[in-house]
């Protein structure tokens, strides 16, 4: 089992940048791919990014290619969003979880990730 823990959420305004934390414990970090996802208000929960065990493949949604940056520190267990050019589209509650097994690749499917974290909220105001 892992325990995830997301910080670095805010309010902020458009154009603005956050850049979110998830710190792992309790598993082996870097054997697994790692995946951050939002949801907002009255929606379902959706994938954001994703990045592979390495960092060396990353995968985006379109809306927020080209603004965001997924990263990951294997030596520190942790996994960094950078979001710049924030929109209030936005805004949302962002989850990371992690992969349940270890892959090559990476995946955007929710149930494919069984480790999750209690979420940081994103508030982006216009």
């Known amino acids: 089992q892992v325990q995830l823990v997301e910080s670095g959420g805010g309010l902020v305004q458009a154009g603005d940048s956050l850049r979110l934390s998830c710190a792992a414990s309790g598993r082996t970090f870097s054997r697994y791919a790692m995946g951050w996802f939002r949801q907002a208000p009255g929606k379902e929960r959706e994938f954001v990014s994703a990045?592979?065990?390495?960092?060396?493949?990353?995968s985006y949604t379109d809306s927020v290619k080209g603004r965001f940056t997924i990263s990951r520190d294997n030596a520190k267990n942790t996994m960094y969003l950078q979001m710049n050019s924030l929109k209030p589209e936005d805004t949302a509650v962002y989850y990371c979880?992690?992969?349940?097994?270890?892959?090559?690749?990476?995946?955007?499917?929710?149930?494919?990730?069984?480790?999750w974290g209690q979420g940081t909220q994103v508030t982006v105001s216009s």
């Open positions: 990045i592979s065990w390495s960092g060396g493949s990353t």
């Open positions: 979880a992690t992969d349940r097994r270890p892959r090559l690749t990476i995946t955007r499917d929710q149930r494919e990730y069984d480790n």
